[in-house]
């Protein structure tokens, strides 16, 4: 019976008039010549800001590989966590990595800034003035790692009292004794 059906449907198909109706909507059908220039802009400036949010990504990562691969080739990672370890603080892992940190990029500063301003002001030697920043930059590393770690340290310490004086807002073991 479904068979019947089926053949019926495929006569009936056979027989419409395609050729007709298919002229009939191109004689009823009227392109839309309009182009709609907001959307393309939409379409741009999305794209666009794509594009430059995966670029900023991409270069952040980039950045903050070369600062880890760094650290750890200097030995300022490494070091820090071979200290923490063995004094079995993390507190002074974290202070020994402050120090380190801030010292090598205090150094590399004191001495970009040294060249720079030997070659503004002429003092003398190139080389005796990046002696000179990177000398002053390793002094005034090791004293801001130095501040830096006793403010970490206060400030973690002021943190953590402030946290042990709050009292939980609600007290399970007074609701159970009622």
């Known amino acids: 019976m479904v068979a019947f059906i089926f053949l019926d449907f495929l006569q009936h198909l ?7 109706i298919f002229a009939h909507l191109q004689s009823t059908h009227t392109e839309d010549q309009e182009f709609d220039l907001f959307l393309l802009t939409l379409l741009i400036i999305g794209l666009v800001s794509m594009l430059v949010t995966i670029v900023i990504g ?9 600062v880890i691969f760094g650290l ?50 002429h003092w003398g030697e190139t080389g005796a003035a990046m002696l000179y920043g990177l000398f002053f930059g390793l002094l005034g590393g090791f004293l ?25 807002i609600l007290d399970l073991d007074e609701q159970n004794r009622e």
């Open 14 to 20: 056979h027989a419409l008039p395609t050729a007709e």
């Open 58 to 66: 991409i270069i952040l990562t980039l950045v903050l590989l070369v």
């Open 72 to 121: 750890i080739s200097f030995g300022a990672l490494s070091a820090s966590v071979i200290i923490g370890i063995h004094k079995k603080s993390v507190t002074k892992g974290f202070k020994t990595f402050v120090m380190v940190f801030s010292t090598l990029v205090s150094a590399l500063l004191g001495t970009i800034i040294f060249y720079i301003l030997n070659r503004i002001v």
């Open 144 to 168: 801001f790692g130095l501040l830096l770690a006793f403010t970490i340290q206060k400030f973690s310490q002021f943190l953590k009292a402030k946290l042990d004086r709050k009292k939980p």
